[in-house]
């Protein structure tokens, strides 16, 4: 195969390979490289002289274009603060029903509320706001001391039982430890309770007996149809949501030791407008709930 083969249809030099009868035709690349190397060239000098580039001394070449990215960065940083300070104007200082009715502001609380929640109140409530033994679900159960914005921004601020002037006090009294009523008493108000909330109903002559000693003792605090009252933070006793739980034994235990549960004040480590916001956060959660 030392000879140039030339192929006798089209003239041309073959690669002088031979595949089961077929040969290459020997078609070199058309050539233009330099016209490629040019381009690059133009390409790079019109490009540094338009934008920054030579390093000097004191500085670099700012091109003529006088692109710069860290002024672009500079200015779109100084946009955004000036947007979330008026955002956070707006939060801390508007009326709830117009801030709920701002699907802006709306779309702000629903961008930042849950980094803000996730950061400050999951560990206790979970990250869905469902909450957690010892920890009331605030994004479903009915709010023990009402879910007016106004009511849920308070609670926040000041807590339950917290270390602040104006906390919100809940005492669900020691009735077994402080010897109010007998251990037979309880069981029999714990039976009631769990056929109130879950069922089935008691025998008549033993619902009765249990309603007088819940009217007796507990409906001052969670009302009459032990349905709760927003007065006392008592909550709602015939659903199916519990801050500690609702098996007979759990809420035997409640009656007998109380409960004093413990929700930080919030006013000092966030700002009024954060703590808005997670109120509107957390009432927009219930809205999404089915
Ligand atoms: C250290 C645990 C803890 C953290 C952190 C915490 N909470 Fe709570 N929170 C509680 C407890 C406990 C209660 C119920 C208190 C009680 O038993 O009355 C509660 C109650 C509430 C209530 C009232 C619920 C009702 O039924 O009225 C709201 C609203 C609330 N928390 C929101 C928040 C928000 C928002 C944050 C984050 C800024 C937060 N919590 C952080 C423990 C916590
Ligand atoms: C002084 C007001 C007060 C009285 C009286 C009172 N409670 Fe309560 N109760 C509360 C408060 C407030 C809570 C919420 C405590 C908490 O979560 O920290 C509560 C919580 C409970 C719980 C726990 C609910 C849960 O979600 O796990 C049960 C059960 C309960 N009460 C039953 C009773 C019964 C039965 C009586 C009457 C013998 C009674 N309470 C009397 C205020 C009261």
């Not at 300070?85 to 702000?108: C, G, K, P, S």
């Not at 957690?132 to 709010?143: C, L």
């Not at 000092?268 to 509107?280: D, E, K, P, V, Y």
Request: proline letters at 5%; hydrophobic letters at 45%; a negative charge.
């Amino acid at each position: 195969m030392a000879l140039k083969e030339r192929d006798e249809f089209s003239g041309q030099l073959t690669t002088g390979h031979e595949w089961n009868g077929i040969k290459e035709l020997n078609t070199p690349v058309p050539k233009l490289l330099w016209a490629f190397l040019i381009t690059m060239a133009l390409f790079g000098l019109v490009w540094t002289v338009l934008m920054p580039s030579w390093p000097g001394i004191n500085g670099y070449f700012r091109g003529l274009l006088g692109a710069d990215q860290h002024q672009a960065v500079q200015q779109t940083l100084a946009e955004a603060n000036a947007e979330r300070a008026v955002w956070a104007d707006r939060l801390a200082t508007e009326d709830f029903a117009a801030l709920q009715a701002d699907e802006a502001i709306m779309n702000v609380v629903r961008s930042a509320g849950p980094a803000l929640f996730v950061d400050n109140c999951a560990a206790c409530h979970g990250p869905s706001a469902t909450g957690n033994v010892g920890y009331p679900n605030i994004a479903e159960a009915p709010m023990m001391w009402g879910s007016d914005p106004d009511t849920v921004a308070e609670t926040i601020r000041v807590g339950i039982n917290a270390n602040h002037p104006e906390t919100r006090f809940a005492q669900m009294l020691a009735f077994g430890k402080d010897q109010m009523l007998a251990g037979e008493e309880i069981s029999q108000l714990a039976d009631y309770l769990v056929s109130i909330s879950a069922g089935p109903a008691l025998p008549e002559d033993q619902r009765l007996a249990a309603n007088d000693l819940f009217l007796n003792n507990c409906a001052g605090c969670h009302g009459e149809d032990a349905a709760g009252m927003v007065e006392s933070g008592a909550p709602n006793l015939t659903d199916a949501f519990w801050t500690y739980a609702g098996d007979r034994s759990t809420i035997r235990q409640s009656i007998y030791n109380g409960r004093q549960g413990t929700m930080p004040a919030w006013e000092g480590r966030l700002s009024t407008a954060q703590i808005r916001m997670l109120a509107l956060y957390v009432l927009d959660l219930r809205t999404a709930t089915p």
